[in-house]
């Protein structure tokens, strides 16, 4: 066994082998009607039989799957900053996680169409326990981060991940995409782990982590959706917390979340690429010489960037105004916008539950929050 069998993606030479294990599976049949509703069965099993690598199965398959999805739950994906990116160089796409499928594959859809090198991906491997889709990640070149460890393990397994991703990104000229965080943000608020990017510097080669995240080329991503198809999901977790209590999934819960963010409704969509980090990190090297403020630096160098560049929708002012009691922001949305929200609001939440309530007015008013928090302290 190699080195990295455990996580990685699968090789091109066992695509077609991978295809052909799944190709009769139901949920393949469904993913196929549903991107290729006027094509038989039979036409779209020979292209599968036909393919041979990764990018093949992505840009004649999963590529046109993401067109049905933007077609169907949106009214549209909007980007900025992409010009930054070079051809053939690989990057780490740092980004907010706002949706198990989507944050991924969208990005990869318009690096695919601008000509850019596309990602492996991180996922968490309690995601993609059903057998199939643990199959169709690997197509897909996902590689597997291990949950629920003990420590010991954790530590293994952390210094695995981040030796993986340095030989992605240095030996293969593959960008790699992550997560800021373990899991998606349940309540709007994005945050750097700093654990994530602990991670990530075991596997530096350097004398200074500084040089090192440096030569991994660090892209802070941020992807906003109007609309949280998954919004009214994450809210037992939020609930739990607010209790103090230990939050504990349903059996299929992950599975349902991710097929409502393929399908539920997200109206529009915007990615933005932020600054490829460079002078930020020579800066962090002048004025710290230890490892765990540098990793704290770096953190908030991520956030400014990520929170500075999301895009706010007018469900993003409207839930500040509410949250806030304010018509600050009553110019940047119509009233038919704000109608429409509540009554969303009304159909998805109890309005005899206030902590649910709270918690996705939240959601949708913490990305405004955050904005004007970044925006003080520059004019400061």
Same mark, same amino acid.
């Given at each position: 066994?190699?080195?990295?069998?455990?996580?990685?993606?699968?090789?091109?030479?066992?695509?077609?082998?991978?295809?052909?294990?799944?190709?009769?599976?139901?949920?393949?049949?469904?993913?196929?009607?549903?991107?290729?509703?006027?094509?038989?069965?039979?036409?779209?099993?020979?292209?599968?039989?036909?393919?041979?690598?990764?990018?093949? %199965?992505?840009?004649?398959?999963?590529?046109?799957?993401?067109?049905?999805?933007?077609?169907?739950?949106?009214?549209?994906?909007?980007?900025?900053?992409?010009?930054?990116?070079?051809?053939?160089?690989?990057?780490?796409?740092?980004?907010?996680?706002?949706?198990?499928?989507?944050?991924?594959?969208?990005?990869?859809?318009?690096?695919?169409?601008?000509?850019?090198?596309?990602? =492996?991906?991180?996922? !968490?491997?309690?995601?993609?326990?059903?057998? %199939?889709?643990?199959?169709?990640?690997?197509?897909?070149?996902?590689?597997?981060?291990?949950?629920?460890?003990?420590?010991?393990?954790?530590?293994?397994?952390?210094?695995?991940?981040?030796?993986?991703? !340095?030989?992605?990104?240095?030996?293969?000229?593959?960008?790699?995409?992550?997560?800021?965080?373990?899991?998606?943000?349940?309540?709007?608020?994005?945050?750097?782990?700093?654990?994530?990017?602990?991670?990530?510097?075991?596997?530096?080669?350097?004398?200074?982590?500084?040089?090192?995240?440096?030569?991994?080329?660090?892209?802070?991503?941020?992807?906003? &959706?109007?609309?949280?198809?998954?919004?009214?999901?994450?809210?037992?977790?939020?609930? =739990?917390?607010?209790?103090?209590?230990? &939050?504990?999934?349903?059996?299929?819960?992950?599975?349902?979340?991710?097929?409502?963010?393929?399908?539920?409704?997200?109206?529009?969509?915007?990615?933005?690429?932020?600054?490829?980090?460079?002078?930020?990190?020579?800066?962090?090297?002048?004025?710290?010489?230890?490892?765990?403020?540098?990793?704290?630096?770096? =953190?908030?160098?991520i956030d400014h960037s990520i929170l500075k560049n999301y895009k706010l929708w007018p469900t993003n002012y409207i839930a500040y105004d509410i949250v806030t009691k304010t018509n600050q922001f009553a110019h940047l949305y119509t009233e038919n916008e704000k109608s429409l929200f509540e009554r969303r609001l009304e159909m998805r939440i109890d309005?005899?539950?206030?902590?649910?309530?709270?918690?996705?007015?939240?959601?949708? =008013?913490?990305?405004? %929050?955050?904005?004007?928090?970044?925006?003080?302290?520059?004019?400061?």
């Amino acid at each position: 066994m190699q080195k990295f069998d455990a996580i990685r993606p699968f090789y091109d030479s066992e695509i077609n082998q991978a295809i052909k294990s799944v190709i009769n599976h139901p949920m393949m049949k469904a993913m196929m009607g549903f991107t290729f509703p006027d094509t038989d069965d039979e036409v779209w099993k020979e292209q599968l039989r036909k393919t041979h690598s990764i990018r093949d %199965f992505q840009c004649n398959f999963i590529y046109y799957t993401i067109q049905r999805v933007l077609e169907k739950s949106s009214e549209g994906l909007t980007t900025s900053g992409f010009e930054k990116l070079e051809k053939s160089e690989a990057y780490l796409f740092v980004s907010n996680h706002r949706d198990i499928v989507l944050d991924t594959t969208l990005l990869n859809v318009c690096l695919f169409e601008k000509g850019l090198v596309m990602t =492996a991906s991180a996922i !968490g491997d309690n995601l993609v326990k059903k057998d %199939f889709l643990n199959t169709l990640a690997k197509m897909n070149r996902n590689f597997l981060v291990q949950r629920g460890l003990t420590p010991r393990e954790m530590l293994s397994s952390s210094k695995l991940l981040s030796e993986y991703i !340095g030989h992605l990104i240095q030996h293969e000229t593959r960008s790699v995409w992550i997560a800021q965080r373990e899991g998606r943000t349940k309540d709007g608020d994005d945050a750097t782990n700093p654990g994530v990017l602990k991670m990530l510097a075991m596997g530096s080669d350097e004398a200074n982590l500084m040089d090192y995240f440096k030569k991994i080329k660090v892209v802070p991503i941020s992807i906003s &959706y109007e609309y949280d198809p998954t919004d009214v999901l994450k809210i037992p977790q939020l609930m =739990a917390e607010s209790k103090n209590e230990i &939050y504990i999934k349903e059996k299929n819960e992950d599975f349902m979340t991710l097929l409502s963010g393929i399908l539920g409704q997200k109206k529009r969509i915007h990615i933005h690429v932020g600054d490829v980090l460079d002078k930020e990190l020579d800066v962090i090297k002048s004025e710290f010489d230890n490892t765990n403020k540098q990793i704290q630096a770096l =953190a908030q160098e991520i956030d400014h960037s990520i929170l500075k560049n999301y895009k706010l929708w007018p469900t993003n002012y409207i839930a500040y105004d509410i949250v806030t009691k304010t018509n600050q922001f009553a110019h940047l949305y119509t009233e038919n916008e704000k109608s429409l929200f509540e009554r969303r609001l009304e159909m998805r939440i109890d309005a005899e539950n206030p902590v649910a309530l709270q918690g996705i007015l939240d959601m949708y =008013a913490n990305p405004v %929050f955050n904005k004007l928090k970044y925006k003080d302290e520059s004019e400061s």
